[in-house]
């Protein structure tokens, strides 16, 4: 079955940056929505942070002017840029991609510290 593959998590200081990528093993182009969701380490369940469909992305208020979620179509990756990130940013953040299925990253640690 197609796969969702991780990469680019690790600890960053506030204010950094990081670029989450996630290759598809498909074209991405057969999937009707791409998006990132995390999971802080005192939460219950996964957030949208960031979703793209056919139309301009959408964001979650908390990372608003600060991440940016692309598709490279030629190199059938989904990728988050994260900017100017903050303490409460840390979190296992995971893409997901839905269309005829519905695929998940394995997810990546991302750890904002001083």
């Known amino acids: 079955q197609a796969q969702l593959v991780e990469s680019g998590g690790g600890l960053v200081q506030p204010g950094g940056s990081l670029t989450l990528s996630c290759v598809s093993s498909?074209?991405?182009?057969?999937?009707?929505?791409t998006a990132w969701y995390r999971q802080k380490p005192e939460g219950t369940h996964r957030e949208l942070v960031a979703?793209?469909?056919?139309?301009?992305?959408s964001y979650a208020d908390s990372v608003k002017g600060r991440f940016a979620i692309s598709r490279d179509i030629a190199k059938s990756t989904i990728s988050l840029q994260m900017n100017d990130l903050k303490f409460e940013d840390t979190a296992v953040y995971y893409c997901n991609a839905n269309g005829v299925q519905d695929l998940w990253g394995q997810g990546t640690q991302v750890t904002v510290s001083s």
């Open positions: 979703l793209l469909g056919a139309g301009s992305p």
């Open positions: 498909i074209s991405i182009g057969n999937f009707h929505y």
